[in-house]
């Protein structure tokens, strides 16, 4: 499970946590729930308990966080304008471009390198 993503979809969710960790190891204040521990804010009721348990439910083992997924989507952009003439692109080229200038000036965390001929 990725506890990055959990613990973002869980704070989307409005569930007050401190965090989310990969152990099973017992805490106060927290929930193990199968491979992780989910540690709350304060004691937590029944009905969180339950939504915590939803959400895991509904939660791909391997979701990335959303900077980590748009890292990746940039990090496949470059390597599709790699090499390539700027002056060839279509309008999808040119936003795809944009949508990486923004990423490179870090909006989106990630490395990648890009070359585009003129």
């Known amino acids: 499970m990725n506890v ?4 973002e979809k869980l704070r989307e969710a409005g569930v007050e946590i401190v965090g989310v960790s990969d152990t099973t190891k017992p805490a106060p204040k927290s929930i193990v729930y199968g491979p992780v521990r989910v540690s709350f804010a304060h004691d937590p009721s029944q009905a969180e308990v ?32 790699n090499g390539t003439d700027i002056r060839t ?12 200038m923004a990423a490179k000036l870090g909006w989106v965390k990630g490395d990648f390198t890009l070359d585009i001929r003129r």
């Not at 980590?68 to 470059?78: D, G, L, N, S, V």
Request: aromatic residues 0%; hydrophobic residues 40%; charged residues 25%.
């Open 89 to 100: 692109l279509d309008a999808a080229g040119r936003n795809k471009l944009i949508a990486l």
């Open 4 to 7: 990055l993503r959990l613990h």
């Open 50 to 81: 339950e939504s915590v348990q939803q959400i895991i439910d509904n939660t791909s083992p391997d979701e990335l966080p959303e900077n980590e997924q748009a890292a990746q989507t940039a990090i496949q952009i470059a390597q599709e304008l």
